[in-house]
T-cell receptor
Framework: GAGVSQTPSNKVTEKGKYVELRCDPI?????LYWYRQSLGQGPEFLIY????????DSGLPNDRFFAVRPEGSVSTLKIQRTERGDSAVYLC?????????????FGNGTRLTVT | GESVGLHLPTLSVQEGDNSIINCAYS??????FIWYKQESGKGPQFIID?????DKRQGQRVTVLLNKTVKHLSLQIAATQPGDSAVYFC??????????FGGGTRLMVKP
């Protein structure tokens, strides 16, 4: 069946611009996560949705980062006034139940490059 | 896609040999652990998981061992194949609703 889909796969933007990254989770999965992965490191948690609400946004680095999931399915990660340090692979994952005791199913990520 | 693992610890094994990848976790309260495999340009792929009430779990060609006394997790891959070449991450549920990932190990399989 279809896995987690992320678009675009690559995004190049100039410093100071606004970007949106999209995630289509596996159908029926109520939990959705955003992680960020820098070169040579493991994924780092950003935000977790259970249904439409952000259940845990403790990983968002600052108020330039925001994410929504208005209908409990597709999610958009929004980054304002991008900085070069935001360059990374942004990974989305979904899970049938959520919480921290079930495996996450990851998409292939969006590679963001801020020039 | 992004190439991960350029500065990661590397394990190099001969095709057909067994591989052992180790991970030290941080929180003694963690009760769920997962191993993920990540190939270049792709997202992490689930391999196997284990809960803290177990010390060993086996899958197809893979075994995960959990030693809670020393907070150590290992992944054993039997008869390693070229397709096993990737970066491997362990993850633990040590905080709230998310999984926390370790730094990863690159496995290189020599034909």
């Amino acid at each position: 069946g279809a896995g987690v889909s992320q678009t675009p796969s690559n995004k190049v933007t100039e410093k100071g611009k606004y970007v949106e990254l999209r995630c289509d989770p596996i159908s029926g999965h109520t939990a959705l996560y955003w992680y960020r992965q820098s070169l040579g490191q493991g994924p780092e948690f950003l935000i977790y949705f259970q249904g439409t609400g952000a259940a845990d946004d403790s990983g968002l680095p600052n108020d330039r980062f925001f994410a929504v999931r208005p209908e409990g399915s597709v999610s958009t990660l929004k980054i304002q006034r991008t900085e070069r340090g935001d360059s990374a692979v942004y990974l989305c994952a979904s899970s049938p139940l959520g919480g921290s005791n079930s495996p996450l199913h990851f998409g292939n990520g969006t590679r963001l490059t801020v020039t | 896609g992004e190439s991960v693992g350029l500065h990661l610890p590397t394990l190099s094994v001969q095709e057909g040999d067994n591989s052992i990848i180790n991970c030290a976790y941080s929180n003694s309260a963690s009760d769920y652990f997962i191993w993920y495999k990540q190939e270049s340009g792709k997202g992490p792929q689930f391999i196997i998981d284990i809960r803290s009430n177990m010390d060993k779990r086996q899958g197809q060609r893979v075994t995960v061992l959990l030693n809670k006394t020393v907070k150590h997790l290992s992944l054993q891959i039997a008869a390693t194949q070229p397709g096993d070449s990737a970066v491997y991450f362990c993850a633990e549920n040590n905080a709230g609703n998310m999984l926390t990932f370790g730094g990863g190990t690159r496995l290189m399989v020599k034909p």
